[in-house]
């Protein structure tokens, strides 16, 4: 199986900042990686598909990058209502998630 | 608007049976694969199977291979998990989930709750 390791498990922001969450798979995805946030009593929901596809109706401060077995996803100014625990997902084989990094506000 | 809701979840013994289900609306489930993933009480999520379009063809997880059965009805727009020999990691909240592309899963129910405990 693929491991994911998401970077930090817990990262604390203020609003306005630029945000960066990692994400790094045990080995080449070949950007085969989606990213899901998941708020408090909520299903997650799908933000960024194959690495860099925004899906519809998601904001354009959400961003993502990467290929190989490194990926990013960025937020560009965090807003109070991107407190959530974001999870990488990856594809390429067997389908795996990453542990989830927690988004908290500062 | 797209709407999965996930129903039959309860507390099992292990050993155990249960079959869960999703009716889907919104969408034109026959022309969707369709996906279960669940999310343990520690918040880990583990991609458990998918069904494609017409039932013909499923694939699992290694984790439950032979244990669950993914089946669909597409006249009722149901989405099924046929969960058998349970376990107490099989402990967890089960989604069912659309996927527009293939493992790209872009709608997702709210959940039911499965609890595997004598």
């Known amino acids: 199986d693929i491991q994911m390791t998401q970077s930090p498990s817990v990262l604390s922001a203020s609003v306005g900042d630029r945000v960066t969450l990692n994400c790094k798979a045990s080995?080449?995805?070949?950007?085969?990686l989606n990213w899901y946030q998941q708020k408090l009593g909520e299903a997650p929901k799908l933000l960024i598909y194959n690495t860099n596809n925004l899906q519809t109706g998601i904001p354009s401060r959400f961003s993502g990058s990467g290929s190989g077995t490194d990926y990013t996803l960025t937020i560009s100014s965090l807003q109070p209502e991107d407190v959530a625990t974001y999870f990488c997902f990856q594809h390429n084989s067997w389908p795996t998630f990453g542990g989830g990094t927690k988004l908290e506000l500062k | 608007e797209v709407q999965l809701v996930e129903s039959g979840g309860s507390l099992v013994q292990p050993g155990g049976s249960l079959k869960l289900s999703c009716v889907a609306s919104?969408?034109?489930?026959?022309?969707?694969?369709m996906d279960w993933v669940r999310q343990t009480p520690g918040k880990s999520l583990e991609w458990i199977g998918e069904?494609?379009?017409?039932?013909?063809?499923?694939n699992y997880a290694p984790s439950i291979k032979d244990r669950f059965t993914i089946s669909r009805d597409n006249a009722k727009s149901t989405l099924y998990l046929q969960m058998s020999n349970v376990k107490s990691d099989d402990t967890a909240i089960y989604y069912c989930?659309?996927?527009?592309?293939?493992?790209?899963?872009?709608?997702w129910g709210q959940g039911a709750s499965v609890t595997v405990s004598s």
């Open positions: 989930t659309r996927t527009e592309y293939r493992y790209v899963m872009d709608a």
């Open positions: 080995q080449n995805i070949n950007k085969y």
């Open positions: 069904i494609n379009t017409d039932g013909s063809k499923t």
């Open positions: 919104g969408f034109t489930f026959s022309n969707y694969w």
